[in-house]
């Protein structure tokens, strides 16, 4: 089995920084990706950042451009994203994603967090 624990959210003024943190456990081969979705009340779940391991390549929202970094630990087998200058419009459940492979898989997956709650007052 694979659980996912996440960290981090809370309640901050908009403006405010928040650190958000991932960790997978369980018996884990090796992971291919890794990202951070989020999903506001009456929304859907969309993708806020994204890294590829290998290459370390990054992928963000253009709401979040130049405010949010996703960065992974390969080592701890943890992602973050860290989030600054926060906006009452990033208020949302966030999510982990990792696509992994165990070592008793053929193939890779994904698996998800049990989600965060990140809100931001104005």
């Known amino acids: 089995q694979v659980q996912l624990v996440e960290s981090g959210g809370g309640l901050v003024q908009a403006g405010g920084s928040l650190r958000l943190s991932c960790a997978a456990s369980?018996?884990?081969?090796?992971?291919?990706?890794m990202a951070w979705y989020r999903q506001a009340p009456g929304k859907q779940r969309e993708l806020v950042a994204s890294?590829?391991?290998?290459?370390?390549?990054?992928n963000y929202d253009d709401s979040v451009k130049g405010r949010f970094t996703i960065s992974g630990d390969n080592d701890k087998n943890t992602v973050y994203l860290q989030m600054n200058s926060l906006k009452p419009e990033d208020t949302a459940t966030y999510y982990c994603n990792l696509n992994l492979k165990r070592r008793s898989d053929w193939y890779s997956r994904d698996y998800w967090g049990q989600g965060t709650q990140v809100t931001v007052s104005s």
């Open positions: 890294i590829t391991t290998s290459s370390r390549n990054t």
């Open positions: 369980g018996s884990i081969f090796s992971i291919k990706t």
